[in-house]
């Protein structure tokens, strides 16, 4: 059974930094794009990053860039997004999804098929 679980949310002052993993198991990752998403309350869900599914591509969004960064880890099947100057906008629950052999041409949450439960990043001081 395919499934994602994301860890590593939590409060954190603005300007701090977090750490989310997102684990597979009952598949391996080596055939999909893996993409990080965020939904705030009251609000759609929002592409933030991506890794194309074999590690060539990756694709962040521009609210992102320069303070979030994807990466696979030693261990095959997780992936990480490590959380830079964080902001309070930033606050949401965030989501890892894959996309099988997903190019990350696209944030598109919609052309993900598989989603984690998700995990709450809070900004505030």
């Known amino acids: 059974q395919l499934q994602l679980v994301e860890s590593g949310g939590g409060l954190v002052r603005p300007g701090g930094s977090l750490s989310l993993s997102c684990v597979a198991s009952?598949?391996?990752?080596?055939?999909?794009?893996v993409g990080w998403f965020r939904q705030a309350p009251g609000k759609g869900r929002e592409g933030v990053s991506c890794m194309s599914w074999r590690g060539a591509v990756t694709n962040d969004a521009d609210s992102v860039k320069g303070r979030f960064t994807i990466s696979r880890g030693n261990a095959k099947n997780t992936v990480y997004l490590q959380l830079n100057s964080l902001k309070p906008d930033d606050t949401a629950v965030y989501y890892c999804?894959?996309?099988?052999?997903?190019?990350?041409?696209?944030?598109?949450?919609?052309?993900?098929?598989?989603w984690g439960q998700g995990t709450q990043v809070t900004v505030s001081s």
């Open positions: 009952g598949f391996s990752l080596d055939d999909y794009g």
């Open positions: 999804a894959v996309g099988y052999r997903h190019t990350c041409a696209t944030l598109l949450p919609s052309t993900f098929g598989s």
